[in-house]
């Protein structure tokens, strides 16, 4: 019986990782939109709040750790693959479950490094429009004048 309880803390567990993974996937769209349309400032929002997400995640992974080394234990287990062979409700809802949230992973994986590689395309970008400024300010003291000598602002009188 103890055995069920685990099973489905895991599954709640799993569940819930899946919904901030999507969440995370969402937000990982608008951020590669974001990079399109050049909004830095709608970039810096939308990754605080997958941090604060992805620290959510973490303390999900860490009960759900921590649950399933119990679980293992009563069963007698070496690892989840095992838990087919048991009797178990919830177990195929369980693997369905983690391939649902590789699935998400790897599509969040991708939108990520789309989103890197526009990041870095618009640094340089960036750094070409800042070399062409420092460009522009070298021509335009190299074409002023500047006077050959001081002028003196003293006049010395004598009387």
Do not use: C
């Not at 951020?31 to 973490?58: M, N, P, S, T, V």
């Amino acid at each position: 019986m103890q055995e069920q309880q685990l099973l489905n803390q895991m599954i709640a567990l799993s569940e819930k990782k899946l919904e901030m993974l999507r969440e995370i996937r969402v937000l990982s769209e608008k951020q590669h939109q974001a990079f399109q349309d050049k909004a830095l400032d709608d970039i810096e929002k939308i990754l605080d709040r997958k941090d604060q997400i992805i620290e959510y995640i973490q303390k999900l992974d860490n009960a759900f750790l921590a649950v399933s080394e119990n679980l293992k234990e009563m069963l007698g287990i070496n690892s989840l693959e095992a838990l087919s062979e048991t009797n178990l409700d919830g177990r195929l809802r369980l693997k369905e479950i983690i391939r649902e949230i590789t699935g998400t992973v790897e599509s969040v994986i991708q939108l990520e490094q789309d989103s890197l590689n526009n990041a870095a395309k618009m640094k340089n970008e960036t750094g070409a429009k800042i070399k062409n400024v420092n460009a522009g300010k070298k021509m335009a003291t190299a074409y002023t004048i500047k006077p050959t000598s001081t002028p003196s602002y003293f006049i010395d009188k004598k009387n």
